[in-house]
């Protein structure tokens, strides 16, 4: 059974860095589509970032433009989430799940996803 687990969150000031990684075990992912989803306290969730399997394309939201870079090693069966530029509104846990192939035509739809890690929390403090 294919599952994902998310690490490396943690505590961050304004304005710093984090690299999250989502790490696939049970089968191969390599044929799997993964995005990254957050949802902050009170909020719903919301898409991040998702890459495709195939030819790599990724998709941002736009409030995470030009601070995030999603990218995957199928060798290793992970996915990363570069975030740097971190904003207090960056808060939430952050979740990847797979989807086949491709990408959503939106980065927020989430309905295709099959495979969902537990989480890892992201906290900004300015």
């Known amino acids: 059974q294919l599952r994902f687990v998310e690490s490396g969150g943690g505590l961050v000031h304004t304005g710093g860095s984090l690299n999250l990684s989502c790490a696939a075990s049970?089968?191969?992912?390599?044929?799997?589509?993964i995005g990254w989803f957050r949802q902050a306290p009170g909020k719903e969730r919301e898409g991040v970032s998702c890459?495709?399997?195939?030819?790599?394309?990724?998709k941002y939201a736009d409030s995470v433009k030009g601070r995030f870079t999603i990218s995957r090693d199928n060798a290793k069966s992970t996915v990363y989430l570069q975030m740097t530029s971190l904003k207090p509104e960056d808060t939430a846990v952050y979740y990847c799940?797979?989807?086949?192939?491709?990408?959503?035509?939106?980065?927020?739809?989430?309905?295709?996803?099959?495979?969902w890690g537990k989480g890892t929390l992201v906290t900004v403090f300015s």
């Open positions: 049970g089968w191969t992912s390599d044929y799997l589509a």
């Open positions: 890459i495709s399997s195939s030819d790599g394309r990724t």
């Open positions: 799940a797979g989807q086949n192939l491709f990408c959503p035509g939106s980065v927020h739809d989430a309905v295709g996803m099959a495979y």
